[in-house]
């Protein structure tokens, strides 16, 4: 049974903020814009969506005590340019990397601004990035539950790549698991998987090391990865 990367959820207080922030920055398309979630599509397919958490806590990035978990990696022409224009959106500059800015949306979630002389007006999603202890180990969880391929992986991190869509795992050395649902230590993000059959995508999550959480649905089922991410399957309307 594969499941299929669907979409990467946000958790943030003001969803309809947040989502148009991206769609300004970065000129993502909206594709969805309701009471519970706001949704916007990259240039690749790959759809980020902001769901309504009423009590989100920010990440406090860098450190773990509140980690960030989850961040975007998009690809711009000018990174200094595009972080002065994020700012004046709302986003909060945290940092310069040697091809890099890393800054924090109006929710408080860091992503970066990574330099590239292929980006154009809309500007590309590199990676969906995942924060885990063992990144190679929870690559592999995800490509031997989707149809991901791993194309990288190496000391600092691994890839895995999909229909021009790639998931990102990041070495943290002293990473802080979410507990979700407890509030005290919250998720900032989750995954959404396609699959066609719940019974057959549990089974197969189960067997790969995921744990069933409390939660779900008639469409859909919720669990924690390796490193305790929440994911959820979700079934065709």
């Known amino acids: 049974m594969t499941a299929q990367l669907d979409i990467a959820v946000f958790d943030a207080a003001d969803i309809e903020r947040t989502g148009a922030f991206y769609a300004a920055l970065a000129g993502w398309e909206v594709v969805r814009a309701d009471t519970e979630r ?9 759809e980020i969506e902001f769901q309504h958490a009423p009590d989100h806590v920010p990440p406090r990035w860098p450190g773990q005590e509140l980690p960030q978990q989850f ?3 998009i690809q711009v022409a000018d990174t200094a340019a595009s972080a002065v224009r994020a700012v004046e959106l709302g986003a909060r500059h945290l940092a310069d990397g040697p091809s890099w800015v890393t ?11 990574c330099r590239s002389e292929d980006a154009g007006a809309v ?10 202890p063992d990144a190679s180990r929870l690559a592999r969880f995800y490509a031997d539950l989707t149809d991901m391929a791993l194309t990288y992986d190496g000391p600092e991190g691994a890839l895995l790549s ?30 959404d998987l ?6 057959a995508g549990e089974a197969s999550a189960l067997a790969l090391g ?20 929440p994911f959820c399957l979700v079934s065709p309307a």
């Open 162 to 191: 999909a229909d021009g869509r790639n998931l990102m795992f990041q070495q943290i050395s002293d990473y802080t698991a979410p507990r979700w649902p407890d509030p005290a230590h919250p998720q900032q993000a989750h995954l």
């Open 210 to 229: 995921a744990t069933r959480l409390p939660g779900g649905g008639e469409r859909y089922r919720v669990f924690a990865d390796l490193d305790g991410h």
């Open 103 to 113: 800054l924090a949306d109006p929710a408080g979630h860091p992503f970066d601004l």
């Open 38 to 46: 706001f949704g916007v599509r990259a240039p690749n397919g790959q």
């Open 71 to 73: 961040h975007l990696d």
């Open 123 to 132: 500007a590309p999603l590199f990676a969906v990035t995942v924060d885990s």
């Open 194 to 199: 396609l699959v066609h059959d719940l019974d």
